[in-house]
């Protein structure tokens, strides 16, 4: 079966340390990987994806993502946080075969502290 | 551009009654989504279409049903409503036949059933 493991609930880092929340997946097939932010009561916005090429993504906020296919990461990452990084990170997959779906990990809640 | 637009933002319902959640978009895009998301356990996909007349149950489809007449409309009907399906919902949309473009979510939809 296909999915998406995050396995931080939460992830505390003080402002200006570097961040990361990590994704592993399992899926058949090749995969597209993607990053969704969401702040209190709002939507997911999009942050970056993975579809092919270079394994290190760039995104929106200074945000950077890695693929690693050997270990089935999409780890994501940024060099200093702010306190307004503070949300929910979601890490979702989409195979290149099948379905149109998009599985989505749980969540993870980062807390940037000042 | 007024993106993926959901109404309405708040509802309670008593068991047993039901109702429509509205999805519009208007970037023309395929393919639509429904979420739920619960604390804890992410994004779980409800129904989906990959065009005007095309629909497909996701992982919780019971007790839900959905119709796309239109690109751009995609409701989500409650039928008996029980308290399981107190959650917050998202309407989704994408654009990329290839499965490398991104969601683009509505703000959501608070549904209390009590």
């Known amino acids: 079966a296909q999915s998406v493991a995050q396995p931080e609930d939460q992830v505390n880092v003080a402002e200006g340390n570097p961040l990361t929340v990590k994704c592993t997946y399992s899926?058949?097939?090749?995969?597209?990987l993607f990053w969704y932010v969401q702040y209190p009561n709002r939507g997911l916005q999009f942050l970056l994806k993975y579809i092919t090429g270079d394994n290190l993504v760039k995104g929106s906020y200074g945000f950077e993502a890695e693929f690693n296919k050997s270990q089935t990461s999409f780890h994501l990452k940024k060099p200093s946080a702010l306190v307004s990084d503070s949300a929910l990170y979601f890490c979702a997959v989409r195979t290149t075969s099948g379905t149109y779906k998009y599985i989505f990990g749980t969540g993870t809640r980062l807390k940037v502290l000042a | 551009n007024a993106g993926v637009t959901q109404t309405p933002k708040f509802r309670i319902l008593k068991i047993g009654q039901s109702m429509t959640l509205q999805c519009t978009q208007d970037?023309?895009?395929?393919?639509m989504y429904w979420y739920r998301q619960d604390p804890g356990m992410g994004l779980k996909l409800i129904y989906y279409?990959?065009?005007?007349?095309?629909?497909d149950k996701g992982e919780v489809p019971n007790g839900y049903n959905v119709s796309r007449s239109t690109t751009e409309d995609f409701p989500l009907r409650l039928e008996l409503a029980a308290p399981s399906q107190t959650s917050v919902y998202f309407c989704a949309s994408s654009y990329s036949s290839s499965g490398t473009g991104e969601l683009f979510f509505g703000e959501g939809s608070r549904l209390t059933v009590l």
């Open positions: 279409s990959v065009g005007a007349g095309i629909t």
């Open positions: 970037m023309n895009h395929n393919y």
């Open positions: 899926v058949s097939g090749n995969p597209y």
